[in-house]
């Protein structure tokens, strides 16, 4: 399994994806330092330090929930790749299992990448405190970003084209703006809570992991011919 995952990840970190995962971080990372007013006088800094952490908190908290989503949701959507395994003989099911796991496995590495930028840049700064709550969120967007991803996955799937990444991170930032009331959404919710709702617990999130994991695996079976 351990060289299958290797496989997998040695298509996706092609040198195409490196480029577009690393401006992806490098753009972050200069959000990051320009939230921080690292270059601000220590005293103003000391002066203002509650209001600078605040900002700071609000700004990249909600940036990474959304650079996580689309990176998420640009791993998972790599389903060309079939071919390739083919000729080694691999059967579906631990082709799938092991495709998702290796793009699970970059989502959290990528995810720790973001917070450990985020916790040294606020360093950087005089005025910064790591509070739980924090860390917690980057573990619940981590979490909600996968569960994107695999939806992405199924849409690719669907749609038979990688490009249809693009539509669920659409989606889903058009449905962050959208409030409950109207019918069809509360319809399309049940289906999709993760697009409406910012508060679904641990459970929820996980199960809808699992669901939508289950739904890839015979939408793979089904749609591709290897």
Request: net charge positive; with cysteine.
């Amino acid at each position: 399994m351990i060289k299958l995952l290797r496989l997998h990840l040695g298509y996706l970190l092609s040198r195409n994806n490196i480029i577009v995962l690393s401006l992806i971080i490098l753009f972050y990372g200069c959000v990051c330092l320009f939230e921080s007013k690292f270059y601000i006088s220590n005293n103003e800094q000391f002066l203002y330090s509650n209001q600078y952490q605040v900002s700071y908190d609000h700004t990249i908290i909600m940036i990474s929930k959304i650079i996580l989503a689309l990176i998420s949701c640009y791993v998972f959507s790599n389903i060309k790749n079939n071919t390739y395994f083919m000729i080694l003989g691999i059967g579906k099911n631990r082709f799938y299992l092991s495709k998702i796991m290796t793009n699970i496995l970059v989502v959290i590495f990528i995810t720790i990448v973001m917070f450990l930028i985020y916790l040294g840049v606020g360093l950087l700064t005089r005025w910064f405190v790591l509070e739980f709550k924090s860390i917690k969120l980057f573990c619940q967007f981590m979490l909600q970003s996968t569960v994107l991803g695999l939806i992405s996955n199924n849409l690719c799937y669907l749609l038979k084209t990688n490009f249809a990444f693009i539509l669920t991170f659409f989606l889903y930032i058009v449905f962050e703006n959208i409030v409950n009331e109207n019918i069809i959404i509360q319809i399309i919710s049940i289906f999709f809570p993760i697009l409406f709702n910012n508060n679904l617990s641990f459970l929820t999130q996980t199960l809808s992991l699992v669901l939508y994991g289950l739904t890839g695996f015979c939408l793979f079976k089904r749609y591709e011919n290897y």
